[in-house]
């Protein structure tokens, strides 16, 4: 379903009621059809501080002749309460609409049944003192929130939560278990419910994690993305042509930051998220999102394992150089493999847009993948099983890719680039009880999905 026919699907299921509190005009909106799973969504809590100031009331100059006056201040305005489904960034995709003019952005909500526009207070900063975009991080397209107004202005919002979906995929991690079964094991959890989305799993201003790649498990927001959308969801351009290219229709982050930062995974979100997933054991701490070509370095530079910039493709005779659970870094992507087969041919899980529908748009996401020089080959038929027999619903939508073995074994002029390998016996990085880096692709498989 493009955003365009899921708007006014929604629109068209509205019904409105205005209550007065207090002064206070809340706008709640209800749809006429009670929510069901597929609709649901989670609530996300920002944990980002506002840093303080102090508003002050620029004094008058009063000649005073018997006694000292004292100049009331103006009391602050009083937050106002409304409920409101949030429907995006006005004017997407214009030229005007880029992320160096956020402070200028005005955002769609409907309001008991009518469009509004709001500014959003950005006062709040990071760390470093930069704007953390509180706001943005928690908004998404189609959910409802009570918005918390100051003179017409957003100053916070708060998600309200639908039932949770409870989705239990085939294979499963434990948070916060440092092996390297159970990091094998938490990158298959999003397989095949979460669709290739540029940005995803980066913060609305591109620059960290998203509250969904620093939280345990597999996120609502993506199996419900994925359940709203079909055969014909494009991550960015129908056909894979610039000249069909639309803004009102696509999930692309034009303008430099990410509106549909919550809605999927693209290849370094997954494997942040991955990583996050295996160290830690609640949500909401630092992440490890990053830039893809850097990734393997960077995890290296941990201490958690060793990073070489000799690589070369696999073949039979060097069936060492993928061993399952390597980071490899390449010009523009970052994957997981899972192990070289017998013929040289190499089985990975990777989030990516080159996973073709087969109406053919672009965006299948997180799958199983196969690094060939042939289709007919051992990771490819491992991936075609395993993808049917277990992701029934991604696999009638996509058909599965073979990927040049010169291209993905291949670096860019980045120093960064390369593969890393867990250490697994120092303790600084996986243990491997179960003897995963020995293992067959196949081995693999079967060990994870209680085949063995």
Known sequence: MKKSDSTKAILAGMAVCAIAITGVVVAVIKPWKTKTSDDTVNSSENTTEQTSSKESTKSTETEVTTEETTEKKPLPTEPEGVLARFLGVADYGEEQTKKENAESFQYRFDVDGEEKLFRIDNSLKDAEGNSAFAVQNKLKENSSYELTLRDDVIVDVEEIPFEPLNYQPPVSGKAGEKTLTNFIKTSMMPVGTTLYVFGGGWDWQDTGSAIQARTLGVSDDWVRFFNQQDVNYTFRDVDNDPDKRDPKTSYYPFGGFNEYYYAGLDCSGFVGWAVYN??????????????????????SDYGWGSFSRDVKAPSAENLQMFKPGDIMSMKGHVYISLGTCSDGSMLIVHSTNGFVSRTGQPGGGVALGVVSYTKECEAYRLADEYMSKFYPAWYERYSIPVSNPDTFCSLSDSEDTGLFRWDTTSGEGLSDPDHMQDMTPEQVLKFCFGEK
């Open 278 to 299: 295996t160290f830690e054991t609640e949500n909401g701490r630092a992440g490890y999102v990053g830039k893809a070509t850097k990734m393997a370095k960077r995890f």
